[in-house]
């Protein structure tokens, strides 16, 4: 026989094995609702519905990035002309700001930045570095679109003239990152070169003189350019809105679908229990 402290000792300290076989409860009932789903359906719906929540919300930033650079382009527009000189340091904050400047046109090593879209054809932004007026430095200037050719070894005709001229048109700060499929064509020998992106960094050791960290978008009034329809953005913001409620919209759906089909009537189950039994 046991003692009576081991009785005690066994009543009151459940053993460790019990503890791990208990089960939490495989549903719920709430106001005559029977929900019951399966664990795992419930991880990976949070995953998904949580995903497709931060796509909206990625897409709600991007909304509000292109009404700040909107807001920036219409504000600049009107403000008075500055003189770029080789002094110009890297700074968002001259993004779209008008600007003037004085030198020489190098039409020997001109770029042609691809992969820009006019009006439905694929073509170039012509990039011409032009050299500042007592200075060992220079400037992009974005000269426009031209249509590209038929195959990519025809490359278009971009002539520039070498006189001494002075050109207006709006500052833009090349992007650090951006997607590219490649750098081969970026290094090849040659001019003018084609390029995925500009680097300010590789186009000054390709050029052999310093570049200001800034391009200019030459003025739809200059000569020596070509198409022109300067836009801070691509498509506005109301696109990026659109984009972030499709993604809000298919989480709650993929939600409302996940509670449907894990809940029944519990007057369903309590019948079909009754049946099972008779």
């Known amino acids: 026989m046991c003692a009576s402290s081991e009785l005690v000792c066994t009543m009151t300290r459940p053993s460790l094995s019990g503890l791990v076989s208990a089960k939490l409860p495989e549903h719920m009932n709430i106001f005559g609702l029977r929900f019951s789903p399966s664990p795992w359906i419930t991880v990976l719906t949070v995953i998904t519905a949580g995903l497709l929540a931060s796509l909206g919300m990625w897409q709600l930033d991007r909304a509000e990035q292109k009404r700040q650079l909107l807001d920036s382009w219409s504000h600049k527009a009107g403000e008075e002309k500055i003189r770029l000189t080789a002094s110009l340091k890297a700074d968002n904050a001259f993004r779209y700001q008008p600007a003037e400047v004085s030198g020489v046109m190098d039409a020997a090593h001109q770029f042609l930045l691809d992969n820009k879209v006019y009006q439905g054809r694929v073509g170039y932004h012509v990039l011409t570095p032009l050299r500042i007026d007592h200075s060992d430095a220079a400037v992009l200037v974005n000269r426009g679109w031209v249509p590209a050719g038929t195959s990519r070894s025809e490359l278009p005709e971009i002539l520039v003239a070498t006189d001494r001229v002075k050109v207006t048109g709006i500052l833009d700060i090349p992007p650090e990152k951006v997607f590219s499929l490649g750098e ?14 500009i680097r300010l960094e590789l186009q000054e050791q390709q050029l052999g003189y310093t570049l200001l960290p800034a391009v200019l978008l030459l003025d739809a009034d200059q000569p020596s350019g070509f198409v022109r329809n300067w836009r801070p953005v691509v498509f506005g913001p109301e696109k990026h809105r659109g984009y972030a409620f499709q993604w809000f919209s298919l989480a709650t759906v993929l939600l409302a679908i996940y509670l449907v089909l894990n809940t029944r009537r519990s007057s369903d189950r309590n019948v079909q229990g009754r049946s099972d039994n008779e």
């Open 184 to 197: 081969g064509e970026d290094r090849a020998p040659g001019w003018p070169k084609v390029l995925q992106r």
